[in-house]
């Protein structure tokens, strides 16, 4: 599975983003798609994926997926300053219940830059 991640950018707190990622591959139909965040200093985290939300963006981040576009969304309401970070989207096989471990994805996509000026 392919990747390519876009939609990053300079926003004020309170403000939106939507980021959207271009998915390919023969098999694409077997994987999910979710979306990691990796801030300065600190590790990768999941963030959101078809069945799960991190703490911190919970009521803020929805996912979707468009499969006739083959392209899964992140739509981020309420930005924070602390949302600043470069995304990853991520293919994986299974849906799993909870957080995505690194070791789980099987394909990453470039990461995109969402800076959040307060």
């Known amino acids: 599975v392919q990747l390519q991640a876009s939609g990053g950018g300079l926003v004020q707190a309170g403000g939106s983003l939507r980021l959207s990622c271009a998915a390919s591959?023969?098999?694409?139909?077997?994987?999910?798609l979710g979306w990691f965040r990796q801030a300065p200093g600190k590790e990768r985290e999941c963030v959101a994926t078809?069945?799960y939300y991190a703490e911190s963006v919970k009521g803020r981040f929805t996912i979707s997926r468009d499969n006739a576009e083959n392209t899964v969304y992140l739509q981020m309401n309420s930005l924070k300053p602390e949302d600043t970070a470069l995304y990853y989207c991520?293919?994986?096989?299974?849906?799993?219940?909870?957080?995505?471990?690194?070791?789980?994805?099987?394909?990453w996509g470039q990461g995109t830059l969402v800076t959040v000026s307060s």
């Open positions: 591959g023969r098999t694409l139909s077997r994987y999910a």
């Open positions: 991520a293919a994986r096989l299974g849906y799993g219940r909870d957080s995505w471990s690194l070791s789980s994805v099987s394909s």
């Open positions: 078809p069945t």
